[in-house]
């Protein structure tokens, strides 16, 4: 067990809908990454919190967004929901907010659009 | 923009034999890590190398960092069952030192 939480473990929505996914960091970590993995592919960074503050962004879409909360949580927002974006959600996290840190990775989100 | 590539995309391998997997980054890296991911699994770090020409090993498995710090590789001797998965590497972004770039990984399959 990795100590990181991501929920819901499996979403399943249609095209056009608004879905969140959640992520409560490891312990003390105080960093938060978001990847995307479509079946089969490598892992896309998305973007990365530090301390409630964005630090870096990635290929991230216009209809994605995400946020950081005081307790350090995080929620990956994707809306206007299109077939491509079915894929597993990743995030991670790890104790400082440079990428000098090994991450550590929740089980995903299993995101499906039909 | 900066590439991270990995070879092979896949290897398949006997039981016993030896099997390694190249990263190669188009840019220099200031560390570089592995991560292995079982099949339905997530993500699961290994290792950092931070210097140039490092090697580093866990038992079966040898890490290398070349010495332009673009490029490393993992080594598996004689394989198991239980490697089975996926072997990422990652590296910090050209452009943003919080970034964390992953390689495209090597899918490894061993026949019992």
């Known amino acids: 067990d990795s100590g990181v939480t991501q929920t819901p473990k499996h979403l399943i929505t249609a095209t056009g809908q608004r879905v969140t996914l959640r992520c409560s960091p490891r312990s003390g970590d105080l960093s938060v990454y978001w990847y995307q993995q479509s079946l089969d592919q490598g892992l896309q960074f998305l973007i990365q919190?530090?301390?409630?503050?964005?630090?870096a962004k990635g290929n991230i879409l216009e209809r994605f967004s995400a946020q950081q909360f005081p307790d350090l949580h995080s929620e990956l927002n994707l809306s206007s929901l299109e077939l491509g974006d079915s894929a597993l959600y990743f995030c991670?996290?790890?104790?400082?907010?440079?990428?000098?840190?090994?991450?550590?990775f929740g089980n995903g989100t299993r995101l499906t659009v039909t | 923009g900066q590439q991270v590539m990995q070879i092979p995309q896949y290897q398949h391998v006997q039981e016993g034999e030896d099997f390694t997997t190249y990263c190669n980054s188009s840019?220099?890296?200031?560390?570089i890590q592995w991560y292995k991911q079982r099949p339905g699994g997530h993500p699961v770090f290994l290792i950092q190398l931070v210097k140039s020409g490092e090697v580093k090993k866990q038992k079966r498995l040898t890490f290398q960092f070349g010495e332009a710090k673009k490029n490393s590789s993992l080594h598996i001797t004689a394989t198991q069952t239980t490697d089975v998965g996926t072997y990422f590497c990652?590296?910090?972004?050209?452009?943003?030192?919080?970034?964390?770039?992953f390689g495209s990984g090597t899918r490894l399959l061993v026949r019992p």
């Open positions: 840019t220099t890296l200031s560390n």
């Open positions: 991670a996290s790890s104790p400082r907010g440079g990428a000098a840190s090994p991450l550590h």
């Open positions: 919190y530090y301390n409630g503050e964005e630090r």
């Open positions: 990652a590296g910090p972004s050209a452009d943003s030192s919080y970034k964390l770039i």
